[in-house]
């Protein structure tokens, strides 16, 4: 039996602790839960999981139609909010990148939605846009529009999920963005200025390719951060009307913690786990090859 | 390599240690035993309390008191209602004792009654007594037991109510102008929803209250994940059934007790689903974001003729400077409206007859005792002592302010002075007193849905009911689709096993 050089027990000596505690809370509930999803268990009435092999994963990939509409709904908001926030965020980045007066100011505004914890958002936006007392449609009718149906109507509904979280997370993408475009050398901008570049050449021919694997670092983040919807959610809409607004996270939600089938809301866990993954392995090899070119 | 080979152990390792704790935590851990029953219950023990807002007040009124008669001390754990369930079931799983009594919903008595999470407290009843059992509403003594079982003690009695303006419905002027564009005049309160569909339609769009604003209709709970499903069960009570001792087709609106087929497609149904839907155009137009909240605020700020709500309404309807009420003293009350027919399933016909039923929707919050409590004798005693007839009227009366809690004993009902002191102009007491004693006294008022996996059949109704009131799907469709979701439900649950519950929910052997 081979033993271990003192300098290897030592290696391992640092190692363990830190090994121990990620197996215990990270690997541990994986594969407690991997386990879990194999079965049926409805941990109000019975009292122990009954094997069922792959019975949850089949229900919720052929069977069962809420499943697929929530996750259309969730990849169509991640698409449109991640977009936004990303254009809106290099544009603020950019004109606050600029000198001018009070520039300081406007930044620290800026962050302020993001400092707020998501649920107060959620229910802060939720009075606002009321249909009848929030003050959004007052102010529009005060200005002679008609009052929008912001929480009410299901055509009108997931969009003003998507409005709030750009509201509340363009000020991480323009934080990030305003970073990167104060690291670049000036250098290569006086250099193009007197090529006689213009603004717009500069931008799309040094400005952007320099700060693209920001934009692909920040844009992957809050992928994967957005596709965790819940907060917004559960404090505007309640997943209505009709069930228009229901994420993926809210489904998993219901089932794990209201309904508590623990055998099925662990199998959609790790289906969402899987897709989270795929997600996030695209937008590495594309980061990756904008790199390499 | 080596070092590979060395990860897989651990991981390995992990994997068994794993599969063992499923093994072994699957296993439902051995019931505690019952205490000991001392002669004397030991109340200088602390009580862990578990609550919801608005009723901590009621707990946070009596600790004081309770702390300084027994030298105890009382553990407040505070949580909201979206995380109520799951602290309960975390709690019913572990058995961690964290706390010794819960203020619950008794529409969850389905899953913990019937898994026997909480204690059978009639035994304690026997050893420790009960104040005056006999006070009690009839309805609540049902809602709190599950077969020959006392599970919670009762605590509110919390039911839909029919809310109207009198500063409208009341008006002779407008019961002339009503009698002469419909040929016939309503009664008071509406005595079918046939009614209230003409009464909401004449008080829609103008302002009969001459205070400058256009008011509307009818108002009532409609937002998704709000209670809405209550809102449409108001109906269905009253065109799917008919009163009697419960029985497959008396009282009974939700599954046929002998198939467990869930009634949501029968015409009687169809007909609630197009009654409440056809109801939308005469109500707020902000209706769809109306959960119970926005509700109250609409309507107790007098936007609306007739609502429908527990008593919530009534109460936050008497202190104009804490919810800018402005129709203290214009309120009427009433049991809900009943229907001009209801399906007959027995003879698969219309009957053409006017009748009530009433309905005990959510049925109030109760007091239980988790079987993993660690002080289960000071946790009865504790319970007792807030709920016993003279503290329990102060609470519900308004003398401690809005506590969410409302009257279930009879002698809540008798005590009107009680209900001036606590702010109430006398007529609108006996008038509210009145509407809530006819619910809770009538022996065959429907229950609610009570049996496992209740919140997701609740959730399933809500959620395409919400589709049907915002007109993207027709009442029919909607039926349907809820058909389909309860039977797949019941067939998940296991039809057998739904079926003894929801006849035991009902009192059926």
């Keep these: ?293 | 390599m080596r070092s590979f080979w060395k990860v897989a152990v651990v991981l390995l390792a992990l994997c068994c240690a794993a599969s063992a704790a499923f093994a072994g935590g699957a296993k439902e851990a051995a019931p505690a035993p019952a205490a000991a029953g001392p002669a004397e219950v030991d109340l200088t023990v602390p009580i862990t309390v578990l609550v919801t807002d608005p009723h901590i007040q009621v707990v946070d009124t009596w600790k004081p008191i309770w702390e300084a008669e027994t030298g105890g001390k009382i553990n407040v754990v505070l949580v909201p209602y979206a995380t109520l369930e799951e602290k309960l079931w975390i709690e019913f799983r572990t058995k961690a004792g964290s706390f010794d009594i819960a203020c619950i919903p008794v529409t969850w008595k389905g899953d913990v009654f019937g898994g026997e999470h909480v204690e059978d407290l009639r035994p304690y009843m026997e050893k420790f007594g009960y104040p005056n059992w006999d006070d009690v509403m009839p309805a609540q003594k049902v809602i709190v037991g599950w077969g020959e079982k006392i599970m919670a003690l009762p605590y509110d009695g919390d039911n839909h109510l029919f809310y109207y303006r009198t500063d409208a419905l009341e008006v002779p002027e407008y019961q002339q102008q009503f009698r002469e564009k419909y040929g016939y005049m309503y009664s008071l309160p509406p005595k079918n929803w046939e009614e209230v569909y003409d009464l909401a339609e004449f008080f829609n769009g103008w302002d009969w209250d001459k205070d400058g604003e256009v008011e509307y209709g009818f108002a009532f709970i409609a937002q998704q994940n709000t209670q809405a499903m209550w809102s449409f069960l108001d109906f269905a009570a009253q065109y799917a059934t008919v009163a009697g001792p419960p029985s497959n087709h008396t009282s009974n609106i939700f599954f046929d007790t002998e198939t467990m087929e869930p009634l949501c497609k029968t015409p009687g149904w169809v007909e609630a689903m197009k009654m409440i839907q056809s109801l939308v155009k005469f109500a707020p137009p902000g209706l769809l974001g109306y959960g119970y909240s926005e509700l109250r605020q609409a309507y107790v700020s007098g936007n609306s003729a007739m609502a429908i709500d527990w008593a919530d309404i009534a109460i936050q309807a008497q202190y104009p400077e804490e919810y800018g009420s402005k129709v203290k003293g214009k309120l009427g009350y009433g049991p809900l409206p009943g229907a001009s027919k209801y399906w007959d399933r027995r003879t698969n016909k219309w009957v053409e007859e006017q009748h009530n039923v009433n309905f005990l929707d959510f049925g109030g919050w109760v007091y239980v005792i988790p079987k993993s409590a660690p002080h289960k004798d000071a946790a009865y005693k504790f319970g007792t002592y807030i709920t016993n007839p003279e503290r329990s009227l102060l609470d519900v009366c308004g003398i401690h302010g809005y506590t969410g809690a409302n009257p279930w004993r009879e002698s809540h009902f008798k005590a009107i002075d009680a209900w001036v002191r606590g702010g109430w102009d006398r007529d609108s007491a006996e008038a509210f007193l009145e509407g809530v004693y006819n619910i809770l006294n009538d022996p065959y008022a429907v229950t609610d849905l009570m049996i496992p996996g209740g919140s997701e059949y609740y959730n399933v109704l809500d959620t395409h009911l919400n589709k049907v009131l915002s007109g993207s799907i027709s009442p029919e469709r909607g039926c349907e689709l809820i058909y389909d979701d309860w039977v797949r439900i019941t067939n998940e649950r296991g039809k057998e096993d739904q079926k003894r519950y929801y006849r035991g929910s009902l009192g059926l052997k």
Aim: with cysteine; charged share 15%; hydrophobic share 55%.
């Design chain 1, 1 to 293: 039996m081979a033993t271990l050089s003192s300098r290897d027990r030592v290696k391992w000596a640092f190692l363990l602790p830190a090994l121990v505690y990620l197996m215990l809370l990270a690997i541990f509930p994986l594969i407690w839960t991997l386990t879990l999803s194999f079965t049926r268990w409805n941990a109000n009435t019975m009292a122990r999981p009954q094997f069922i092999g792959l019975e949850n994963f089949r229900y919720f990939l052929f069977e069962d139609p809420r499943f697929w509409f929530d996750l259309r709904f969730t990849a169509m908001y991640v698409a449109v909010a991640v977009s936004v926030e990303l254009v809106l965020g290099l544009l603020l980045a950019s004109l606050l990148s600029q000198s001018f007066r009070g520039k300081n100011f406007f930044r620290v505004i800026f962050l302020i939605p993001m400092a707020c914890p998501p649920i107060a958002v959620a229910f802060l936006w939720r009075m606002m846009l009321h249909p009848d007392i929030g003050v959004i449609n007052s102010m529009l009718q005060g200005i002679g529009l008609r009052a929008v149906k912001w929480t009410t109507s299901a055509a009108v509904a997931p969009f003003t999920i998507m409005m709030v979280d750009i509201w509340e997370w363009t000020p991480f993408m323009f934080l990030a963005l305003l970073a990167a475009l104060q690291s670049l050398p000036t250098e290569l901008y006086q250099s193009a200025a007197v090529d006689g570049a213009t603004s717009w050449q500069m931008f799309r021919g040094i400005t952007l390719p320099l700060i693209t694997p920001m934009i692909i670092t920040v844009s992957l983040i809050r992928a994967i951060d957005a596709f965790k919807l819940f907060e917004l959610v559960f404090g505007i809409t309640g997943a209505g009307p009709g069930g228009a607004t229901e994420s993926l996270s809210y489904y998993v939600y219901l089932i794990g913690m209201k309904w508590f089938k623990l055998g099925r809301g662990s199998a959609i866990s790790w289906l969402f786990v899987i897709l989270l993954i795929g997600l996030a392995l695209i937008l590495i090899s594309r980061f990756r090859r904008e790199r390499t070119q």
